[in-house]
């Protein structure tokens, strides 16, 4: 399983996995989240500060989710939708005409100089990377300064009184959807097993700010399972 992986290994197990349910996921998206996800999508978009003309990333765009957004809130707008898992980006290529540019993209290497573009968003994609800071910091190196980054992804849940039901929901309904729908049981069960394991939100916002940026905050959504974080590069 991916998620017991470290490294390089890790890096092509993920890969492997995105690659085999490209075509249900996002159906899978909507399904789990009951179509909150495209509500989450447009506060992501709306938090990037987009402007008449601005260049932004997309990074570990899938199917181009977030791409499409920033585009309906900003039409003029110059979208790069970046990916590693190619058939995901090539799913997404054949079911829509937006967006037009797509790049493989390795969110530790990325293939652009310094200072590129306005804003780099992301959704569900910090908690699958194999080096955290390494993506972080090459988010803010690509970004222009005044430029925001902001992420999208699952969190820590708090223990509160929807626990039990949360926990219920991401360890049996999920990977059930998931055999059902996808049928990719392991990879719907990597999902809850990542997120009880990522960073609470507060420790994913410090990592913003190790990285560099400032005015950072966050914001949880879905009962504290889903969190967006946000953080502005220096003048």
Request: glycine share 6%.
């Amino acid at each position: 399983m991916a998620q017991h992986l470290q490294g390089p290994e890790r890096a092509q197990a993920v890969r492997g996995m995105f690659t085999r349910i490209a075509r249900q996921y996002d159906l899978m998206n909507r399904l789990m989240t009951g179509g909150m996800d495209l509500l989450w999508r447009k506060e992501v978009i709306h938090r990037a500060h987009l402007r008449p003309q601005s260049r932004l990333l997309d990074l570990g765009t899938g199917t181009g989710d977030l791409a499409r957004e920033a585009l309906r809130q900003e039409p003029t707008c110059r979208v790069t939708a970046a990916d590693f898992t190619l058939e995901m980006m090539r799913v997404g290529k054949q079911k829509y005409s937006q967006p037009q540019q797509w790049c493989g993209a390795d969110a530790l290497n990325l293939p652009y100089p310094d200072n590129t573009f306005d804003a780099v968003v992301s959704g569900f994609l910090l908690r699958n990377v194999i080096h955290l800071d390494t993506a972080l910091k090459e988010q803010v190196r690509v970004l222009r300064p005044l430029g925001w980054v902001v992420a999208l992804d699952t969190t820590r849940p708090q223990n509160n009184w929807f626990s039990p039901a949360i926990r219920f929901y991401m360890k049996r309904i999920i990977p059930l959807l998931g055999r059902f729908i996808a049928m990719a049981p392991d990879a719907y069960t990597y999902l809850p097993e990542t997120s009880n394991a990522f960073l609470s939100a507060e420790e994913l916002q410090a990592h913003f700010e190790q990285a560099g940026l400032t005015q950072t905050g966050f914001r949880r959504l879905n009962f504290g399972t889903v969190a967006i974080h946000w953080g502005q590069k220096p003048a």
